[in-house]
């Protein structure tokens, strides 16, 4: 499956893919309508790169057909869609999409190779995003962007476009514009950056797809249970993403971008696909078992079609959200449950020996002991030894370089 063109030979290829995509009608939306989204954009970065800037751009090639066949704008309205859509097409005020290229192709004969030069098949109108605004020189940096020196004022489009193809035509404004996440924060988060980072999350999770399908029943409070057990193992967090794979969720360890502020998100890529990304922001046990369970609990519980993401920065205690609240809840009944929190020494004495008697009786790592009672007394200073700082980061290398913020 051709992803990117190094050849003559592949570009060819590449266009005869094009070509037969186009005959059988994909779909946008569809695997077929994202790769033929996918390869039109490949092939249109290696024909900027390798071919005669001379050849026939789409409108040139539309015009000098309508002169062939004696066409008037007005016959192009059932392949485009309206006279004002034809008039912006020919004036190249608006991109062809996807429809119209198949449209044109088939009831005009033209060649597709001829339709897809430099063209977007993104059939969701974008007049509105701001594609400037993405993080891309961040994105380049960490490499989810390979070796592009950019020009902002004229590639940033092309570029995230390149980069969000295999998400399909219509993340971008769904993900901007639709009200169908929520987001968890006392601070404005950037949505060109959480976007970015949306999407990177989702990326990665399509190209390790879990080998079994998810069934949400499978979430009782004793698999959470048995899961927070996982803690006890000096690399948990590595057993924990291996145990939830096994149940087809994805757990996708990504840092945070700037002004997104985040520790966590559930994501719904499709019905039954969930997908659970964690920044480790905060390099702690205690953060991570806490983190991990909440979002878990959103995947139980309140990920559908109607809410398709939660964004979380658990340094903000979140009342006013019903969902927030239940997730909080549960987490903490996942790790510690209630009636031996209060029964226990650990309610009352702030020392190791209370961590640890809670700990070995839940069989769970004393670093959440420890991270309850700080969250208990809301003093952040005690325990400090016992959190496991630091012991999170080291097992995951993509975030073994950064610092606490």
Do not use: C
Not at 192 to 197: G, N, V
Not at 269 to 277: A, F, H, S, T
């Amino acid at each position: 499956m051709i992803t990117t063109i190094n050849s003559d030979v592949e570009y060819k290829a590449a266009l005869r893919e094009v070509e037969e995509l186009i005959d059988r009608n994909a779909k946008a939306g569809t695997l077929e309508g994202d790769r033929l989204n996918l390869l039109t954009l490949v092939v249109q970065d290696y024909e900027q790169k390798h071919i005669e800037s001379h050849a026939p751009d789409p409108i040139e090639a539309l015009k000098f057909r309508m002169e062939q066949m004696a066409l008037t704008p007005r016959d192009l309205v059932p392949l485009i869609g309206s006279r004002s859509k034809v008039s912006e097409v020919l004036s190249r005020k608006r991109p062809l999409t996807l429809s119209m290229v198949r449209a044109l192709h088939k009831g005009l004969g033209i060649p597709a190779k001829a339709l897809l030069r430099e063209q977007s098949l993104f059939d969701t109108a974008d007049e509105d995003i701001q594609w400037d605004r993405f993080p891309i020189r961040e994105m380049i940096s960490r490499g989810w962007i390979k070796g592009r020196a950019v020009d902002l004022s004229r590639q940033a489009r092309e570029v995230m476009q390149q980069f969000l193809a295999p998400l399909g035509s219509n993340w971008v404004p769904a993900v901007l514009y639709k009200q169908t996440r929520y987001i968890r924060s006392a601070r404005q988060m950037d949505p060109y950056s959480l976007a970015a980072w949306n999407a990177r999350i989702s990326l990665r999770a399509l190209e390790a797809r879990p080998s079994v399908k998810f069934e949400r029943a499978v979430l009782t409070h004793e698999f959470m249970h048995e899961l927070a057990h996982l803690s006890t193992l000096d690399d948990g967090p590595k057993h924990a993403r291996e145990y939830l794979e096994k149940v087809g969720i994805s757990v996708v360890i990504e840092p945070h971008l700037p002004e997104t502020y985040l520790d966590g998100a559930a994501l719904l890529l499709e019905p039954d696909r969930p997908v659970i990304g964690l920044t480790l922001r905060h390099d702690r046990l205690d953060n991570f078992w806490f983190v991990l369970m909440h979002e878990l609990l959103h995947v139980a519980r309140h990920l559908s079609s109607e809410l398709v993401g939660f964004y979380d920065d658990l340094d903000v205690d979140d009342t006013t959200n019903p969902n927030e609240r239940e997730a909080d809840h549960f987490a903490g009944e996942a790790l510690i449950p209630e009636q031996e929190w209060q029964k226990s020494p650990a309610r009352n004495l702030r020392t190791p020996d209370a961590v640890q008697h809670l700990a070995s009786r839940l069989r769970i790592h004393p670093a959440i002991v420890a991270g309850r009672i700080r969250h208990h007394y809301k003093s952040y200073r005690v325990l400090n030894r016992l959190v496991g700082q630091g012991q999170v980061r080291r097992l995951f290398p993509e975030t073994a370089h950064l610092k606490n913020v």
